[in-house]
């Protein structure tokens, strides 16, 4: 029993031994260069032991000192360290060099007509160094160390230290044509909705000019016309890269889901919506209408509508969408009940308008003559401005030009008279009462000390001025005034487009 005793003791010291790893060190690398005054940590891993159980030397004393693992460059050179644990040897070439000027963007790549800051990461004092750009006709530099492309191609900044010619740095900057956008009017599809991709026009390609690539053809399909069809639900991403360069390259993603619609005689339940142009494309004629289906929506009331760029597209209360001027802008639908409730859609809008806006203001004005404001000032302009119980009349102006399908850079969205009437001043668009006869389409402002009621101009006989305005006698009422008014401030002269009959 014994001598068992023993052999199975034996067996596990054998095995104890056999488990347990030797003891060494590793290099990941052995060469390190490091600028002069910098330090950085040796290659150096330990396996069973510590930075005490080794011994390292330098065969060129005063380049580098080190302590434990942190290694310091002194001065220029350099040196060869050698690292020793009993019989294992290795060693370490280690290069110290000048400093140099670091130099960095946030981005190295630029389309044609951006900018970026160029920051020297290691120097405070930007003038001390002589800067050079290797191709101005690429991009230009200017005071600020803002780097502009102005041409497609590759360009290097260089800068040297005066006092010192061995500090330099350089940053290559390569140059692109304009990325193109790529998008569909619905990010969100159903499955067998078909969508044209498009592209924007600021990248004057065509698209043949790309490779086009689906990541999940088992989600949406691309046909020969670059149209997708949602085949199931899932997601996709599409990506396009210019064939004959391939920085020139950009990606969306698709959605593809069932509609939520549970229950046809309710209002949506959840998000998201959808929101579909009936046209298919988003696609619409500056001063034109594009009209939407909200699938499931059966009052429209119960919504918010939001331009992204109330410049480019406009749409009302109802959600009638109109397009402004030549452009992209998002358009969303928002429940008022649950907010989370939301869908948006993507509206290009092509062309010039020719439309007679002053007469469409004028119309959207008059078609409220009568409206009676409820209790503590409420109406309906106010809930669309979100402003439901305040003093109304210029919320009334930007109503009206809304439903008109005005831009906000024609007609100003304000609530107060004073900024309305500040605005057209500071734009050249106003004309004091002493020296201006208003004619219809203007905004009429009226003061009594301080800027206090404004409306639309009807008309205007030479004698008298006609209005319609919001919030006089608690609703909405044409008025006139004599020219002379004491009241009256002046009148702000919209730019509106060129109309041509």
Known sequence: MKRLFMILT?????LLVGCTKPSKFLLSTNQVTIEVGETTFLPITFQNLTIEDVTITASVIGVVEWDGLVLDAKRIGSTTLTVTYQKQIETIEVNVIQVQAHLSMITTILEVGKSAKITLLNFTDYEAFTWTISDPGIATLNEFYVLSALSEGTVTISLVLNSDPSIFGAITVNVI???PILYTSQTILEVSDTVPMLISKVAKTSYDDYDWEVSDPTVIQLNHL???TALKEGSSSITITHKTNNLVTTSMVLLVRNSNISNPTAEPSEGPLYVKATNGTGIVQAGEILDIEVLGQLDPYKYRYQSSDSTIVGITDTGKVFGIKEGIAKIHVISKKDSSIRGSLTV????????????RIIAAGLGEEGYVEGLNDKNKYGEWFEYPNV???AIFVSWCSNQAGIGIDVIPKYSSVSYGMIWFQEH????????YTPKAGDIIFFSD???????IVVSCDGTRVYTIEGNTSGGVHQRSYNLTYSDITGYGTPNYPLYQP
Not at 10 to 14: A, G, K, N, P, R
Not at 348 to 359: A, L, M, R
Not at 449 to 455: F, L, M, P, Q, V
């Open 226 to 228: 670059y149209e997708v």
């Open 391 to 393: 003093a109304w009349c």
């Open 428 to 435: 050249g668009l106003f004309g004091y009462q002493e020296n």
């Open 10 to 14: 034996l067996v596990l010291l054998l």
């Open 449 to 455: 000390n301080d800027a206090s009621h404004t409306g």
């Open 177 to 179: 044509p304009v990325l």
């Open 348 to 359: 290009t809008v092509e062309g010039i308008p020719n439309v007679d806006y002053i007469s």
